[in-house]
């Protein structure tokens, strides 16, 4: 069950990772990632193995101690769980990125590898895109979603 439930963990987010990717300007993509909860599928895995792993967890995050926390890593259910969070939490900043690039102007091409690195290495994918954003000051006016809207209504 573990098995399966860590391998089902990244498959339930690579979807979304597809539409930021491959499809960031489809409509679909703007009401499925416009949503905090498109996280949640991974993140649902994540409360099954916290839930049935409740007691060790409390411990290792109420009382933080490296050999406490690497027992519980060296556990399948302990490395599943901590996969499960990676992944949801990952893809939550991945959304973040792409929501605030779509919104600030940053073309795609630059944003796409940065989102590819997100998924890898979160932390660095996030870090890469702060300093992106360094030369994208301040949101611009109008937002891309209402030039888009409004190159959409203006063309016959």
């Not at 573990?2 to 498959?11: C, G, N, P, V, Y």
């Not at 987010?13 to 949503?35: C, D, E, Q, Y």
């Not at 959304?95 to 944003?111: N, T, Y």
């Not at 109008?142 to 063309?155: C, M, N, S, Y």
């Amino acid at each position: 069950m573990t098995q399966r439930l860590f391998d089902l963990t990244f498959l339930l987010a690579v979807p979304f990772w597809g539409l930021m990717i491959l499809a960031p300007k489809w409509s679909w993509t703007r009401r499925i990632m416009g949503s905090p909860w498109s996280a949640t599928a991974p993140l649902a895995v994540y409360v099954l193995f916290a839930a049935s792993e409740f007691g060790t967890l409390w411990e290792v995050v109420s009382r933080p101690d490296l050999d406490t926390l690497r027992a519980f890593l060296g556990t399948p259910a302990g490395a599943a769980a901590i996969w499960a969070h990676l992944i949801a939490f990952d893809l939550f900043v991945g959304r973040w990125i792409h929501l605030d690039a779509r919104q600030r102007g940053v073309p795609h091409l630059v944003v796409a590898p940065i989102l590819v690195l997100t998924i890898l290495l979160s932390p660095l994918g996030f870090l890469a895109y702060l300093l992106v954003r360094l030369t994208r000051p301040g949101s611009p006016s109008p937002k891309l979603h209402d030039r888009e809207l409004q190159q959409r209504h203006a063309t016959p």
